[in-house]
Every structure is written in C-alpha cells, then in structure tokens.
C-alpha cells in the first residue's frame, strides 16, 4: 500500500478503540489520530524513499540515516513488517508514546503498526510475518488481493478516509 492508504487505515484503526471513553474523546482524539498516523508509516522505515524516511524537522530528514540502514540490512518488507518487528520497532515506539503521549498514544501507534502490517499483507506481495522466516503471507485468498497504487487501493483509500471522517467529526462536531 502506499503512504496515503496506510495513514489513513491506521487512522481507521481507532474505530477498534472508540467505545472505550478513557482512551478515545475529544480530548484524546488529535493525538491518537496523529499517533496511529506515525505508527501506520513505522514499518515502511526499512524502504529508503518511504514517506517516514523524508519526514523532515527543519531542514534535516533525521530518519532518513536510519532508514537506508534498515533497507541495506534486511531490505524492504523485512523485519519491520513481521511479528519480530511489531513487538521491537512498536514496543519502542509505544514506550516513547506512552511516556510522552499516555497509554492512549501508545495504544494509537501501535493499532497504526498493526494496520500497516495488515494492509501490506492483504496485497499481492504479502509480507514475512514470521521472520527470519522470509516466506510471505497472506490476509486475504489470491482472488482478492490487489496490487499496491492500484484502483482497488484508490477504492480502499476512499473507503478510509470515510470511516476516518465518520470517526472523527462527531468529536469535533458534538450534537
């Protein structure tokens, strides 16, 4: 999936916290919207020209170093997008979260991580969710996999951006 997809099913992604006031409210929402954002773009830190790698604070890409690194050792769709890599880059990042942002940031990246990993795996490439074990794997039967920057993916896109607006508005808008 490209860049666009993943940060909006991540933002998506917190339709599985929603019913929990503690974690998702008014108060919450901008930054596990922001927070599931990061995590949906994490595991792509393995490709070098991902959209994480060319995030730029001022005019340094302070990601960009680690991310080439990542691609020259275990190349792209590698250990990042694997169950390994869920528990290292998103436990990490979750500590990082959590200690900044509270547990509803840290839940927030996470669920992003996941989504990108489960968006990944429903595509024709699929992803190494066992790693070292390199064998790709799948979330969906052949017939319904689709090709990442495809029409089916624009149709996806669209889909998550709805359910992101659908999420999103009502706290923004209270009745």
Same mark, same amino acid.
């Given at each position: 999936?490209?860049?666009?997809?993943?940060?909006?099913?991540?933002?998506s992604?917190?339709?599985?916290?929603?019913?929990?006031?503690?974690?998702?409210?008014?108060?919450?929402?901008?930054?596990?919207?922001?927070?599931?954002a990061?995590?949906?773009?994490?595991?792509?830190?393995?490709?070098g020209?991902?959209?994480?790698?060319?995030l #730029?604070?001022?005019?340094?890409?302070? =990601?960009?170093?680690? &991310?080439?690194?990542?691609? /020259? $050792?275990?190349?792209?769709? +590698? !250990?990042?997008?694997?169950?390994?890599?869920?528990?290292?880059?998103g436990?990490?990042?979750?500590?990082?979260?959590?200690?900044?942002?509270?547990l #509803?940031?840290?839940?927030?990246?996470? =669920?992003?991580?996941? &989504?990108?990993?489960?968006? /990944? $795996?429903?595509t024709?490439? +699929? !992803?190494p969710?066992?790693?070292?074990?390199?064998?790709?794997?799948?979330?969906?039967?052949?017939?319904?996999?689709?090709?990442?920057n495809?029409?089916?993916?624009?149709?996806?896109?669209? =889909?998550?951006?709805?359910?992101?607006?659908?999420?999103?508005?009502?706290?923004?808008?209270?009745?």
């Open positions: 999936m490209v860049w666009r997809s993943h940060v909006l099913f991540g933002i992604s917190l339709w599985l916290v929603s019913s929990f006031p503690d974690l998702w409210n008014a108060g919450t929402a901008g930054t596990m919207a922001a927070c599931a990061l995590g949906a773009l994490l595991p792509d830190i393995d490709a020209t991902a959209k994480i790698a060319q #730029s604070i001022g005019r340094m890409t302070p =990601l960009a170093t680690i &991310s080439m690194m990542a691609r /020259d $050792a275990f190349g792209h769709r +590698g !250990i990042t997008h694997s169950m390994v890599g869920t528990v290292l880059v436990g990490v990042a979750a500590i990082v979260a959590g200690h900044w942002l509270g #509803s940031g840290a839940v927030a990246l996470l =669920l992003g991580y996941a &989504s990108h990993l489960i968006g /990944d $795996a429903c024709v490439s +699929g !992803i969710v066992l790693f070292p074990d390199r064998t790709r794997r799948f979330a969906l039967p052949k017939a319904l996999r689709f090709v990442t495809s029409r089916t993916e624009d149709f996806l896109l669209v =889909l998550f951006a709805e359910a992101s607006l659908a999420l999103l508005l009502p706290l923004l808008f209270p009745r």
